[in-house]
């Protein structure tokens, strides 16, 4: 019957283990639900505002790219006109027509100081035309090829940077120059300093990596001049190109922060924290419980049952069956000493220090033949 009892105790101590976990289950899901329904609203309408936010920052940086595009096409058109009306000029034309070599120099050195950062001004005959590449800025192979252009076709002659990235590089643009009649009869070319590139890029107030690029004959550009730092060349790209040249402005905005907040950026900090708030509430849950029952669904034993457990009362552990035997915990000295004799209302009270030390011969009644102490 005590065995049955026993097993009927631990079929309800289960019973209540399994409430109890299921008491913790049902606030915990709740708090969950509700803190992830909170935390995918707070993250849409986040990502919703970061992304307004940035497309915003995009429209700013969109006219501030094509404001410096339009100030940099204003300026080589500019020098376009210079040239169209330095084409004109009836002393050029008398020297073309009369193939001075030293007087067209001499007209070129005197009206290079009509262009701001001029270097050099060559007034050529369209058919001799030579590279020259000791003098200073030189006369490359692609500034031949350019005038060569010239001279074949009508098309404009844009604006471009030779030997970029050296002590050599200038700005090439070059001019037609025509008799009364619309004939050809000279080709004008300028270089500039390469300072002016910096101009177009100068002001700009906006984050992010900005360069001014130039066309190439294939697929590939080059890059004249940069601003920002390159590790910020990230997120949209706005590019917009100069007009009256081969040169394009290129900005990286640098800003991925909606694009961070709806791939997890954000949202996981917040997750954590949520199951942060789900744990600490179980543990609360589970502190703040009834004493009986341990977290792994152990039987918790406590008060008379464990002091029988650790040996206080020696023999009781008998009158429950399979009780966990949690051995003597320290020195147990009982009340009672034990009846001495038939007389059970004597307690035996424990010799003094000094009997404990006589020898058995003298403590003893020597008249007693049973040993017994005098009363």
């Known amino acids: 019957m005590m065995q049955a009892a026993v097993g009927?105790?631990?079929?309800?101590?289960?019973?209540?283990?399994?409430?109890?976990?299921?008491?913790?289950?049902?606030?915990?899901?709740?708090?969950?639900?509700?803190?992830?329904?909170?935390?995918?609203?707070?993250?849409?309408?986040?990502?919703?505002?970061?992304?307004?936010r940035q497309a915003s920052r995009l429209e700013d940086a969109q006219r501030a790219v094509q404001g410096m595009a339009d100030?940099?096409?204003?300026?080589?058109?500019?020098?376009?006109?210079?040239l169209q009306q330095l084409s004109k000029n009836t002393q050029i034309r008398q020297a073309l027509k009369a193939d001075d070599a030293s007087l067209l120099q001499r007209q070129g050195d005197e009206f290079i100081g009509q262009f701001d950062a001029g270097l050099r001004l060559r007034i050529l005959k369209p058919d001799n035309v030579k590279r020259d590449a000791?003098?200073?800025?030189?006369?490359?192979?692609?500034?031949?090829?350019?005038?060569?252009?010239?001279?074949?076709?009508?098309?404009?002659?844009?604006?471009?940077?030779?030997?970029?990235?050296?002590?050599?590089?200038?700005?090439?643009?070059?001019?037609?120059?025509?008799?009364?009649?619309?004939q050809l009869v000279g080709?004008?070319?300028?270089?500039?300093?390469?300072?002016?590139?910096?101009?177009?890029?100068?002001?700009?107030?906006?984050?992010?990596?900005?360069?001014?690029?130039?066309?190439?004959?294939?697929?590939?550009?080059?890059?004249?001049?940069t601003v920002g730092a390159a590790s910020t060349r990230a997120g949209e790209v706005i590019s917009q190109p100069v007009a009256h040249s081969r040169w394009q402005i290129v900005y990286w905005s640098g800003d991925t922060?909606?694009?961070?907040?709806?791939n997890g950026g954000l949202f996981l900090p917040m997750a954590a924290v949520l199951l942060l708030a789900v744990g600490l509430f179980l543990r609360k849950r589970s502190s703040g419980g009834r004493a009986g029952f341990a977290a792994d669904g152990e039987v918790v034993y406590a008060g008379a049952v464990k002091a029988i457990m650790q040996g206080a009362h020696p023999g009781m552990e008998?009158?429950?069956?399979?009780?966990?035997?949690?051995?003597?915990?320290?020195?147990?000295?009982?009340v009672s000493r034990g009846m001495v004799g038939e007389d059970v209302t004597m307690i035996a009270t424990p010799p003094s220090a000094e009997a404990a030390a006589m020898p058995a011969s003298v403590a003893t009644d020597k008249g007693d033949g049973h040993g017994k102490q005098k009363r």
């Open 71 to 82: 100030a940099g096409s204003e300026l080589v058109a500019a020098y376009v006109r210079q």
């Open 8 to 52: 009927k105790r631990k079929r309800s101590h289960r019973g209540r283990l399994n409430a109890r976990l299921a008491g913790r289950a049902v606030p915990a899901l709740l708090l969950l639900l509700v803190g992830g329904g909170v935390l995918a609203g707070a993250w849409l309408a986040f990502g919703k505002f970061s992304q307004a």
């Open 318 to 334: 008998k009158l429950v069956p399979n009780l966990p035997n949690m051995g003597t915990q320290g020195s147990i000295t009982p």
């Open 257 to 262: 922060a909606a694009g961070s907040v709806l």
């Open 134 to 182: 000791d003098s200073d800025p030189p006369l490359g192979f692609r500034s031949v090829n350019l005038l060569s252009q010239a001279a074949q076709s009508r098309q404009p002659i844009k604006a471009e940077v030779h030997f970029n990235a050296s002590p050599q590089a200038h700005i090439v643009m070059i001019e037609r120059i025509q008799d009364a009649d619309g």
């Open 187 to 225: 080709l004008l070319h300028l270089s500039l300093d390469v300072s002016l590139l910096d101009t177009l890029l100068a002001g700009t107030v906006l984050d992010g990596y900005m360069e001014l690029r130039q066309a190439t004959g294939s697929d590939k550009t080059l890059t004249l001049t």
